[in-house]
């Protein structure tokens, strides 16, 4: 998975001034004003070294893991220090449902098959964040049922019984079904 980092700053020291940006990720390309910035990486932290008093801008862009489980994709990103750090997060589909931890989701919304997530995230830590979608589909439309019947009544009458046997021939989707497959009748005396 792939993102960019902008972190904004302030230098107030005078003269150069080495400054951590990130840790714990793999940056791809580092840009200040769009010009290259070279970075230099102690003990996992990317730093570069600014110039101050001054404002920065510096734009990184990063790659990192994404797990892939059934139904659900996650990935950990350790937050730089700073005074607020807000994320940015674009997910394929329209129906996704999106978790941040620690973090607050602050703004969701859907747009031709994505859904945007802005949330505030915890300086220093690292968020894990996680999302399932979920596939909407049409409801089946449902069928009309039509009965046939088609009933014959035998009835027999002796001095001691009366017996009615009523015969119908079975329609399943609208074919005959032989009377081999019929439900059997409970032929026991009583």
Avoid: Y
């Avoid at 747009?111 to 979920?134: C, H, Q, S, V, Y």
């Amino acid at each position: 998975m792939t993102g960019t980092i902008q972190c904004d700053g302030e230098v107030f020291a005078k003269g150069p001034v080495k400054i951590p940006l990130a840790s714990s990720l793999t940056v791809l390309d580092a840009r200040q004003a769009g010009k290259p910035l070279p970075l230099e990486q102690e003990g996992g932290t990317h730093t570069t070294v600014l110039s101050g008093p001054a404002e920065f801008s510096v734009v990184l862009d990063t790659g990192m893991p994404l797990n892939i489980e059934a139904g659900r994709a996650s990935f950990s990103l350790p937050v730089p220090m700073a005074g607020s750090a807000v994320l940015f997060l674009d997910i394929p589909g329209e129906h996704a449902n999106a978790k941040i931890n620690p973090g607050l989701i602050t703004r969701q919304s859907t747009d031709n098959g994505r859904t945007f997530i802005e949330a505030a995230l915890a300086p220093g830590k690292t968020a894990n964040i996680w999302w399932t979608t979920r596939e909407v589909t049409a409801p089946a439309t449902p069928r009309e049922t039509r009965f046939l019947s088609e009933v014959k009544t035998l009835a027999s009458v002796s001095e001691t019984d009366l017996r009615i046997a009523v015969f119908s021939p079975l329609l399943r989707r609208g074919q005959w079904l032989p009377p081999s497959s019929h439900p059997k009748a409970d032929r026991s005396p009583k």
